[in-house]
Each structure stands twice: as structure tokens, then as C-alpha cells.
């Protein structure tokens, strides 16, 4: 099994880079990506729990571009994550997330819930490349007796024109898509089936987009029979995987979606498509 949308305490997920990797053996995954959102620090520590194990990891991100107000979430696939402006754009990624957690944890204060998101911070100052976004406020929250889970957070607090909803600032999804190219790698619409930007996928396409997310823990048959079709209209290679993050509340395991060994196939011949010679 092929799952290529896995994430790690180096952002928002909850298991270490060894947990994920165990999940994965326990799954009976072949070749596994992290894609850890907007930091690639888990990486070289997954790729060396994986070799134990004798799983291929694929170098990966998930980098939130914003467009209207609103986050479009970028794969990058086979990316060199030590390139010098992917590595320049990350840090100024991460910085926009401490800022807008910090911007969050203040209106839910003047709201009557004030969190404590100390320990999140300085885990990520303590660890540089670690980033910080809604979910750890939403642990935050239930921490701290306002909710009773992250979901209750997001579906009452946290979510999109909810009362401690802040826009996030960020680059046109085209610049993203610019900046993976540039880094050596393949760039994928993460989980088009949750964000309703159908009619930009052309356009994205025409600037440069590799891929899509037909196959996501999101998506039921009829999503991925859509963007299967779609895919193949507009010549775009196909990726898939779990969106795992080890939240029970979501109840997504490892494997939960995975993607096509053919599909694979296509994607890993394509692997050096960008990469500058």
C-alpha cells in the first residue's frame, strides 16, 4: 500500500516521526510520505525508522496557500528539502503561523476562554522547523475546559467565519506551486473534494500544477470517480493518502486512503521533472 499524506509532531500531528513509522509497518504500507504542513523537519528521521522497516519515504510538504481569505493546501513530492528559497519561504510560513495562533488565542480571551498555547511555542522555538497552526489551539482549548474535543473547537470557534476565526495571510497558490518546482519537486491540489476550487484547477494547471488528490480519506467514490475524470482531462499525474494526523476524533488511520499502484507508477517516473540540471 501506497499512503502519501501522513503528518507528524513537527506539525500537527500527534505521533512522533518513530510512531508514524511503526503505524505504517502496521498498516502494511510500501512507500510512505510525510507531509508535514509548511516544515520538512521530520523527514530525514522518518527516512531513517522507515529503512529499518523497509519502507520507501518520499520527501514531502504541505505547504497553505491562500487565496480569497481562504487556505488552498499544496503537496510537494521528491522535493530537496534543503533548497535555499524552500527553506527562506518556510520560515517565513512558520512565522505567520505563530503569529496567527498567537492572533487567535487573543480573541478567544476577549471572548471569555483564554488558553494557554505557551508549551505549543516553545516547542517550537525549542525545535526550529516545527510549526504550530489551529489544531494545537484546538488542544489548547480542551486543555483548558472550553470544549470537549478539537472538533467541537473547530465546528463552534475555530472554522471558517466562526467567532475566533482569523484569515490567514500567505502566497497565491501559484507561487507555491513555483516555489515546490523550484526545490526539485512535484506539486499536488491537496484534497480538491473539501475546498470547493474546481474552476481554478485549469487555471492552476496552466501554471504549472503536476497533480492532484483524487485519492483522500475525504473523498467517496463518486469524489474520486470526479477527479479521477478531471485528472485525466487536464493530463495531471494522480496522488493519494490518508491525511493521517492521529486525532481520535477523526478516526483516519494509516492506509485509510491510499494511492493506485499504477498511479504511483506514473508519479514516480515523473519524480525529475523539475529538478535543474
Known amino acids: 500500500m501506497i499512503d502519501l499524506h501522513l503528518h507528524t509532531t513537527a506539525s500537527d500531528g500527534r505521533s512522533t516521526p518513530r510512531e508514524l513509522v511503526e503505524h505504517a ?64 519561504f518556510l520560515a517565513g510560513q512558520r512565522q505567520t503561523r ?24 516553545a516547542e517550537v522555538h525549542r525545535r526550529p522547523g516545527r510549526s504550530i497552526g489551529r489544531p494545537q489551539v484546538a488542544r489548547a482549548m480542551v486543555t483548558a475546559g472550553h470544549v470537549a474535543s478539537t472538533r467541537e473547537a473547530f465546528d463552534r470557534w475555530l472554522g471558517r467565519d466562526l467567532p475566533a476565526f482569523i484569515p490567514r495571510a500567505g502566497s497565491p497558490p501559484e507561487d507555491v506551486i513555483a516555489i515546490i518546482q523550484r526545490a526539485g519537486g512535484l506539486a499536488s491540489l491537496a484534497h480538491p473534494g473539501r475546498t470547493s476550487i474546481d474552476a481554478r484547477i485549469p487555471e492552476l494547471r496552466a501554471a504549472g500544477l503536476d497533480a492532484i ?19 485525466i482531462e487536464l493530463e495531471l499525474l494522480m496522488t493519494g493518502g490518508s491525511d493521517f494526523h492521529g486525532d481520535p476524533n477523526h478516526g483516519v488511520m494509516v492506509g485509510t486512503a491510499t494511492l493506485p499502484d499504477e498511479a504511483w507508477q506514473r508519479l514516480h517516473a515523473a519524480r525529475h521533472r523539475h529538478v535543474l540540471v
Do not use: K, N, W
Not at 523527514?43 to 496557500?65: K, L, M, Q, S
Open 25 to 88: 509497518a502496521s498498516a502494511g504500507l510500501i512507500v510512505m510520505a510525510v507531509t508535514d504542513h509548511d516544515t520538512t523537519a521530520s523527514i530525514d528521521e522518518v527516512r531513517a525508522h522507515a529503512r529499518e522497516r523497509g519502507i520507501d519515504v518520499v520527501p514531502g510538504i504541505e505547504i497553505t496557500a491562500v487565496e480569497d481569505g481562504r487556505d488552498v493546501h499544496v503537496l510537494g513530492y521528491f522535493l530537496d528539502p534543503a533548497d535555499a528559497t524552500l527553506v527562506e
Open 98 to 121: 505563530v503569529d496567527r495562533a498567537r492572533a487567535i488565542a487573543a480573541v478567544l480571551a476577549e471572548l471569555g476562554m483564554p488558553i494557554d498555547l505557551e508549551a505549543s511555542l
Open 213 to 231: 488528490e483524487v485519492y483522500h480519506s475525504d473523498h467517496d467514490a463518486a469524489t474520486i470517480g470526479r477527479y479521477h475524470q478531471l485528472a
